[in-house]
Each structure stands twice: as C-alpha cells, then as structure tokens.
C-alpha cells in the first residue's frame, strides 16, 4: 500500500527525542495494520550530529523496553532541510523551540503542518515541551520514553481515524475542475499544496492561466464557504491587513487570489502589526456577528451581544464543552460564571479574525502579511486575536506587538489575561483533534482563574 500520510518527528539534534518517537510510532502502526498507509521518519533542527546513531542511552532505554533492535540501529541522523516541508503531512516538533525554529524556516502555507508532539499527551496538562535528556541521567530517558509513548500512542489513534474518513482513491487534479457559473469563473485544478487539516489545498489556473489559490471540501457544511467570504469583507478595513480577492464560491469551494509567499521576517511583522491594530480598531456596532461562523468545521454561534464577556462565555465557551470530560468541565464553568471579573477594562467591540494563529497568515513577496480563512470573523476583544498569535507560536511576535503598540497600547494586564482568550480555542482543539487538548483547556482555565486570587 502506498503511504497515505508522512510523519516526520523534529527535535535538536536527531539522536534522541526524534528517533524516540519515530522507534515508538512505527511499531505502534505496525501492531496496527498501518505500516504502509504512514511514513515515518525524524531530523534535528541542528546539524551537530548528522550521520550519527541515536545516542545509546536513548537507543538502551528502547531495548529496555523491547522495541526493535534493527530499527534502532539504522538510525542515522539528518538535519531538516527546507524541501521536506511539503513532502510531509505532518511535522511534530518535541517543544516549543524547535517548533518556533521550523516555523521561521517554514513559507506560510507550510506551517499549517508544524505541531508539537505533546500536543497530543492526554497528561500534559499545560506542559507542552518533551524534555532534552542529553546532559541528564540514564532516567531522564526514561520519563522520556513515557511522554512519547503515550503522545504517539493518540498520535496513531489520531491518524488511524483520519484513514479510515479518507475515501479510497483521491481524484487527481485533472478530474476537479472547479465550476462557478455565477462568477463566469472556470478553474483548472494544477497541484496540491500544503494546508491546514480540515480542507483540501490548489494552486489552480483560470481560463487564462492565470494562478488562483483553491480551497475545497467534500461534503461542506452549509454555508462553510460562504461565511468564509462573508468574513473577509468583514475584515477589509482602509489601513488594515491585506486580504485576498475572492474570485469565487461554491458549496464544496472558494477561490481566490493567488498570493506569492516569501520568508517571515521583522519588518513586515512590525507593519502587520500596525495593521492589525487599525484593523481592530474599526469597531462594529456589537460583539458577535449578524450570522454565525466557522472554526474548522465547527460552526461558531455569533448572537450579537452588548458586552464582551457575555459573548465569550454564551458563544465561545459554553458551546465547546462537550470536548472536555465530565469531570474537568467544572473549571471551565466556574471562569464563565466570574467572567466579569477575569475579562479587565472594558473595552469596545473590535473588528477581530478570530482564528487568528500563525498558519492564517501569509508573508508575502509584496512585503506584507497577508490575512487568509476568514471563517470566524466577528466583533470580540482585541487581545483574543494576540492571545491566539501568541498560543501556537508566531515568527517575529514581539515584531508584531510592538508595532501594534505603536498604533493600539494594550492595558498593561493583558498578558494575564492570555490564558482567558486562549480558553476557546483549546477547546476548539479538544473537539476536533482531542489528544492532550482538553488537558490543556483545563489548565488554562485553572491558569485564567488565578487572577482573582
């Protein structure tokens, strides 16, 4: 069978977390059946130990432990090279450096694959970092091998679910063309690229070949497209972020304009960041939205509200309890019951994305960043967009902040109030991708209450 997903696992140097998890994923998918439908390897973000074997502390504990002593012994170490971020589907950084270090070499629709292994540990608890056991002891390997195993063990699962809900032959390009006879528009489907989990990628090409960018999903929800559009033109404000044009949309596809992507860097982030405070600034007349919205595929209720903290408890939290177990969903309750007191100085509605994370932003060839999948737009808190920027990792964040300072000062408590707004989309996670998600919540729920303390 060919393989249907590749995995790659990224830590510092190759010879020990990396290969740890690659060592623990391939015997779990070979228990599994699923040997051939994923590839798995692993590389370092550094280059100080390419060509080596795993270093034998990591390559005992895994004999310990009775994993294959032929796959821990042709292990030889490789650095990351910038070509592999579009031959995997899914590239799983062991903490947040070496994540932020693969999302400043990575182009903007390259990081929508860049997650972190814990990510998916249902005892992380907040804790998303797999220790470095290099300049440890013998046991630090050890409390290693635990967090991996049970990180890729919901990995597999994860991966497992998604074979199963994929159809058993992918059309090729060829045989999806993209009509929209309304828009007198007729798209030619020419390659995949890479994307976030929920739709389908294109570069495409219009009847005069001209490139356009194609999002498409079978079996859409309703109005999925749609509100995406919708939520552009929301957000297209005079002096704020850029957004590309919609050409285009169907019930299974959105077209729009192709944009030429270049490498994050400081300068374009600082002028992003104005950007998003002039963008943020333009204040529609409530918080919420006049019809509802996407995260994913999840719809997003956006009843208009006349204060900030009863929208987000009615229509960002509550909404999402169902991810967590029955157990754990007291917290969250209790930051929705006292969210008056948690949610600062009373600000007015902005004009927010609301799905605001590093891989909804593209960093353009023209020198601007570049604001993509509009879906959630609405009139919410400003800091919810920075907090979500903030959550994932963003290249040049403080680039970011302080030219959004320059335009906009935030109040000088919003960093504590981070975990608050990070609230709704770990719960959003939690839904769609489980794994250590909803440990997450919690302990941001936990976090966030800790102001009144």
């Not at 690659?22 to 439908?37: C, I, N, P």
């Not at 292990?75 to 899914?90: K, N, T």
């Not at 960043?369 to 959630?376: E, K, N, Y």
Request: hydrophobic share 40%; net charge negative.
């Amino acid at each position: 069978m060919a393989a249907m997903v590749a995995v790659c696992f990224v830590c510092l140097g190759n010879i020990c977390r990396s290969p740890m998890a690659t060592v623990v994923t391939r015997q779990l998918l070979a228990e599994r059946g699923l040997s051939g439908a994923v590839q798995v390897s692993s590389a370092g973000t550094g280059d100080w130990h390419v060509g080596e074997p795993m270093d034998e502390r990591t390559a005992a504990v895994l004999r310990r432990r009775g994993y294959d002593g032929a796959e821990i012994a042709r292990h030889r170490a490789r650095r990351f090279e910038p070509a592999w971020f579009d031959e995997y589907d899914l590239i799983l950084a062991v903490d947040e450096e070496n994540l932020r270090a693969l999302q400043r070499r990575a182009a903007a629709h390259q990081r929508g694959k860049i997650r972190l292994l814990r990510e998916f540990d249902p005892l992380a608890d907040g804790d998303v970092d797999v220790p470095d056991p290099y300049y440890g002891g013998p046991e630090g390997f050890d409390t290693v091998l635990a967090m991996i195993e049970r990180s890729c063990t919901a990995l597999v699962d994860e991966l497992e679910r998604r074979l199963a809900g994929r159809s058993a032959a992918p059309t090729s390009p060829a045989e999806r063309p993209v009509e929209a006879a309304d828009a007198g528009l007729s798209v030619t489907l020419v390659s995949r690229v890479s994307g976030g989990d929920i739709c389908e990628s294109w570069r495409g090409a219009d009847r005069h070949g001209r490139p356009v960018f194609v999002k498409t999903l079978r079996n859409a929800p309703a109005g999925f497209f749609t509100a995406e559009a919708r939520g552009r033109e929301f957000l297209a404000v005079p002096g704020g972020p850029p957004l590309p044009e919609i050409l285009a949309v169907t019930e299974d596809a959105l077209v729009v304009s192709w944009i030429e992507e270049d490498r994050p860097n400081p300068r374009a982030a600082r002028e992003f960041g104005r950007r998003l405070a002039r963008m943020h600034a333009s204040a529609p007349p409530y918080f919420g939205a006049a019809e509802p919205g996407f995260i994913g595929t999840l719809p997003l209720p956006n009843e208009p509200t006349a204060s900030w903290p009863e929208f987000y408890a009615k229509c960002r939290l509550r909404p999402f309890l169902q991810a967590l177990p029955r157990r754990q969903r007291d917290v969250v309750e209790e930051v929705c019951d006292v969210i008056d007191r948690l949610a600062g100085p009373t600000e007015p509605p902005a004009r927010i994305h609301g799905d605001l994370w590093s891989g909804n932003l593209v960093w353009a060839a023209d020198g601007r960043v570049w604001l993509v999948d509009t879906a959630a737009a609405h009139g919410g808190h400003r800091e919810t967009d920075l907090a979500m920027l903030a959550l994932f990792g963003t290249p040049y964040f403080d680039d970011i902040l302080a030219g959004y300072h320059e335009v906009a000062p935030l109040d000088p408590g919003w960093r504590r109030r981070l975990p608050l707004h990070q609230l709704h989309p770990l719960l959003v996670h939690a839904t769609l991708f489980g794994g250590g998600y909803a440990e997450r919540a919690v302990a941001a729920a936990r976090t966030a209450l800790e102001i009144l303390s």
